[in-house]
C-alpha cells in the first residue's frame, strides 16, 4: 500500500505548525527509513510505502503530542490537511459545492492519495452521507479518524453548521468495510 507525498507534507508540517517545540523530538523518535523521508525534500508526487512513510509518523505525532488519544490527535491531523488542501481556488469551490457533492468528490480525492483503495459514498440526503471503505490496505484506527476529521473539515469550510461524524464498521477492527456516518445541519 502506498501514499502520496502530499499526506507525509501535511503530517510533517502538522507538527512543525501546532507543537514546533516538539518537532525535533518527533523526527528523532522515526525509525530510521521513516526519518530518512522527514529530513528530506519530500516529493508531493511521489508514492511512499503506508506503514513507513505515513502510519508509523502518525502515531507518534499522537503519542508524542495527544498522549496516545487517537480520535483527538489523528482529527487534529485530517483538519490541518483539510485546511492545508482546500485553500485558495478550493475554498470558492467549497462554498458553491453541495455538502453530498463536496463527500462525493472527497472520496474520490482519497482514492487518488492512496493506492489501492477504493472508497465511495454509499447513501446521502440533505443532511447525511456515509462514506464507505472497502479496501485500504493496512488502514489502522488512527488513519480512519484522520480521514473523518479532513471531511469534517471541509464540510465546516463549506459552511455546513454543526458537522460531525460517527462510525460504523471498521476495517481497523476488522470488519469488512468501514462506515464513517457524517452529518451537519
Same mark, same amino acid.
Given at each position: 500500500?502506498?501514499?502520496?507525498?502530499? $499526506?507525509?507534507?501535511?503530517?510533517?508540517?502538522?507538527?512543525?505548525?501546532?507543537?514546533?517545540?516538539?518537532?525535533? !523530538? #518527533? *523526527?528523532?523518535?522515526?525509525?530510521?527509513?521513516?526519518?530518512?523521508?522527514?529530513?528530506?525534500?519530500?516529493?508531493?508526487?511521489?508514492?511512499?510505502?503506508? @506503514?513507513? +512513510?505515513?502510519?508509523?509518523?502518525?502515531?507518534?505525532?499522537?503519542?508524542?503530542? =495527544?498522549?496516545? &488519544?487517537?480520535?483527538?490527535?489523528?482529527?487534529?491531523? +485530517?483538519? =490541518?490537511?483539510?485546511?492545508? $488542501? /482546500?485553500?485558495? #481556488?478550493?475554498?470558492?469551490?467549497?462554498?458553491?459545492?453541495?455538502?453530498? #457533492?463536496?463527500?462525493?468528490? $472527497?472520496? @474520490?480525492? =482519497?482514492?487518488?492519495?492512496?493506492?489501492?483503495?477504493? *472508497?465511495?459514498? *454509499?447513501?446521502?440526503?440533505?443532511?447525511?452521507?456515509?462514506?464507505?471503505?472497502?479496501?485500504? &490496505?493496512?488502514?489502522?484506527?488512527?488513519? !480512519?479518524?484522520? *480521514?473523518?476529521?479532513?471531511?469534517?473539515?471541509?464540510?465546516?469550510?463549506?459552511?455546513?453548521?454543526?458537522?460531525?461524524? !460517527? #462510525? +460504523?464498521?471498521? /476495517?481497523?477492527?476488522?470488519?469488512?468495510?468501514? &462506515?464513517?456516518? =457524517? +452529518?451537519?445541519?
Amino acid at each position: 500500500m502506498n501514499v502520496k507525498g502530499t $499526506a507525509l507534507t501535511t503530517t510533517r508540517d502538522f507538527v512543525k505548525t501546532n507543537f514546533p517545540e516538539k518537532f525535533n !523530538e #518527533f *523526527i528523532e523518535s522515526l525509525p530510521p527509513v521513516t526519518k530518512s523521508y522527514y529530513t528530506s525534500t519530500l516529493d508531493a508526487t511521489k508514492w511512499y510505502p503506508l @506503514k513507513e +512513510g505515513y502510519l508509523i509518523p502518525i502515531k507518534m505525532v499522537i503519542d508524542l503530542c =495527544f498522549k496516545g &488519544d487517537i480520535p483527538k490527535g489523528a482529527d487534529a491531523i +485530517g483538519r =490541518f490537511s483539510a485546511d492545508v $488542501a /482546500l485553500k485558495g #481556488f478550493y475554498k470558492v469551490f467549497l462554498l458553491i459545492a453541495s455538502p453530498g #457533492f463536496m463527500i462525493k468528490r $472527497a472520496s @474520490k480525492i =482519497f482514492s487518488t492519495f492512496y493506492d489501492p483503495s477504493e *472508497i465511495n459514498v *454509499i447513501e446521502q440526503d440533505s443532511n447525511h452521507a456515509t462514506l464507505r471503505i472497502i479496501q485500504f &490496505d493496512e488502514i489502522d484506527s488512527a488513519l !480512519e479518524y484522520r *480521514i473523518a476529521g479532513w471531511i469534517v473539515r471541509a464540510l465546516e469550510l463549506a459552511n455546513c453548521r454543526e458537522p460531525h461524524y !460517527e #462510525f +460504523g464498521k471498521r /476495517l481497523s477492527k476488522g470488519d469488512e468495510f468501514t &462506515d464513517i456516518r =457524517f +452529518g451537519w445541519s
